[in-house]
């Protein structure tokens, strides 16, 4: 059997407060994510759905509990390049062109300029952007700028990505287009993602899972399951379709304080959280 | 090919406006000269303006014509344009070495503090106070210490003693420039370089050396500039023959009989100014790539 692509168990993350007061970030998170799966994480500021996706990236460390990608340590994971990551801000380097930026994983991995022509060519097509290889990223929008970033982060055919609030910056539009490219990226590719972002229709469109989480502690309430049902694709069709709103109008109401937690509490209305 | 045309119109221009600022300036000298009291402008007993004599303000068409004057009266001496030339040549070189060693020093200064916090903490004070003390006081410091150092037939020179003189006035822009820099880089991108499982030096070359050209330009130009005055002033407190610096003050006493003279070796100093920084410019062009955070 092959092993799962995170695995996730009894994970806490404590960060030392001003005053001696400590901040929960993560309260005991336990998530599976199995090879190929897209699963999102959502939640209002401050739930621990970055942290918890920079401890999956080993960009943190646990402070309590365990956690295996591919079934190594995320030490491990990190060093032999299991995984690509995208961020909120493409973060692109503004004296590489876009080839040189998509290449640069591979350049710091020392292959040799050859072997990364043709497969920066082959990412730039794939995420639509062969005419720009040339051009710096100041010339580009944000949309294609991020286009660039998940481009880079798929530069070594990573089995997993993780993506920090990639859409995050950009407009309703473009975002809407971004979200069809990616499910059509994850299509071509088969790599498993973990996906945190703060909107809810975003979630849904894009995952199989989307795990809603709460802040003060950070913690999973639940995980919801997405499904496009008929078609099985992830299209504009699946946008206007009944289930897509039924699981948004799921998560929300989740989001937004409607079940009793374990402890028979009413979780408070998380602010914070885009509606739309 | 329009686009070729504009941009060297521009620059036509740049040059146009520079020359229209030196020409302001001449204008204002000649306008005060001849419009200005002889004995100056007095306030309350206290000159506020200098005179206009000839002897304290000389035509700055005398001033040009100097160039072209015999140094001394006896027959086949050099002209004082080519006196000046040579000694803009000598000194700009003792810059270039200065700049060179301040550039160097800097750089491992920053790279130290770039990489070790504590390293920061220990040597940036030191770095700033070490500017505070007057260049006047430690030229002959460096002279002396420098007189005892033998390596084998090389023999420490007094030209050596202004180039580090230099250098340490040079060092400090480049010094506090490049740490800013290398520290410049973004959040993401550090986590990053992170994620690549990248070792620092792999990441210093790949992410904070090219981040820290725009930081570094203005630095490095400073340096040049810092350089300059510090061989000159240190020329002078060394007593160093060959040099601008010396010259300014041996032509400063023949201002009595020539007036205008003086200023020879004072233009001299300028234009070895104007061309180290114009130097540093042209690093500047090469790095272009690099600065396009700056106009992003």
Redesign the interface.
């Known amino acids: 059997m092959r092993a799962n692509a995170v695995e996730v168990t009894g994970v806490s993350r404590v960060f030392p407060g001003r005053k001696g007061r400590e901040v929960v970030a993560l309260d005991d998170v336990h998530l599976t994510v199995s090879e190929g799966e897209f699963v999102s994480l959502i939640g209002p500021s401050g739930c621990g759905k970055s942290t918890l996706l920079r401890i999956i990236a080993d960009l943190d460390v646990p402070t309590a509990g365990s956690l295996s990608v591919f079934g190594k340590s995320a030490h491990q994971a990190r060093l032999d390049q299991d995984y690509g990551i995208a961020f909120q801000q493409a973060g692109l380097l503004p004296w590489r062109t876009v080839s040189d930026n998509v290449g640069l994983p591979l350049e710091v991995h020392g292959q040799s300029r050859g072997s990364r022509r043709s497969r920066v060519a082959e990412l730039l097509e794939l995420v639509g952007l062969a005419d720009f290889a040339r051009s710096y990223p100041d010339e580009l929008s944000g949309g294609m700028q991020q286009r660039v970033a998940i481009a880079r982060a798929l530069a070594e055919s990573p089995r997993l990505l993780l993506m920090d609030e990639p859409f995050g910056a950009l407009d309703e539009i473009t975002r809407e287009r971004m979200q069809g490219e990616l499910v059509r990226i994850c299509a071509e590719t088969g790599a498993a993602v973990v996906f945190v972002t703060h909107s809810i229709p975003e979630a849904v469109f894009l995952s199989d899972r989307v795990v809603v989480m709460t802040p003060r502690p950070g913690r999973i309430i639940d995980v919801v399951d997405s499904d496009p049902g008929g078609s099985g694709r992830r299209d504009d069709e699946f946008r206007d379709a009944a289930g897509f709103f039924h699981t948004v109008a799921r998560v929300r109401e989740l989001l937004h304080g409607g079940p009793a937690t374990t402890t028979g509490q009413a979780v408070p209305a998380a602010r914070g959280v885009e509606t739309r | 090919m329009t686009q070729g045309i504009t941009k060297l119109l521009r620059l036509l221009g740049r040059v146009l406006l520079g020359a229209l600022g030196v020409l302001v300036l001449v204008g204002a000298w000649e306008a005060y000269k001849a419009l200005g009291p002889d004995n100056g402008v007095v306030v309350g007993g206290n000159t506020i303006l200098p005179r206009t004599t000839d002897l304290a303000m000389p035509h700055v068409w005398d001033m040009l014509t100097t160039f072209s004057d015999p140094v001394n009266s006896f027959s086949g001496s050099d002209t004082v344009g080519s006196v000046v030339w040579s000694a803009c040549l000598f000194t700009l070189k003792l810059a270039a070495i200065g700049w060179g060693i301040g550039v160097a020093v800097g750089l491992v200064l920053a790279l130290l503090m770039a990489r070790f916090r504590l390293a920061e903490t220990a040597m940036l004070p030191w770095i700033v106070l070490s500017q505070t003390v007057p260049l006047i006081a430690i030229a002959p410091l460096v002279r002396r210490w420098g007189s005892q150092i033998h390596l084998g037939g090389w023999v420490w020179s007094s030209e050596n003693s202004v180039s580090v003189i230099a250098a340490y006035l040079a060092f400090f822009p480049v010094a506090v420039g490049a740490l800013r820099g290398l520290r410049s880089p ?1 959040a ?2 550090l ?8 070792g620092w030096w ?1 990441s210093l070359v ?2 904070r050396l ?2 820290s ?1 725009p930081y570094l330009l203005p630095a490095l130009r400073l340096a040049a500039a810092s350089s300059v005055i510090g061989t000159v002033v240190a020329e002078v407190s060394i007593g160093l023959r060959g040099g601008v610096g010396r010259l300014v003050i041996e032509y400063a006493q023949s201002a009595g009989g020539d007036p205008a003279k003086p200023w020879a070796p004072i233009f001299g100093a300028v234009a070895v100014g104007l061309v180290a920084a114009g130097a540093v410019g042209l690093i500047g062009l090469l790095c272009r ?5 700056e ?2």
């Open positions: 973004d993401t991108h986590d990053l370089m992170h994620a690549y499982g990248v792999r790949k992410l090219p981040a050209v790539p690099y600065r396009r955070g106009t992003a």
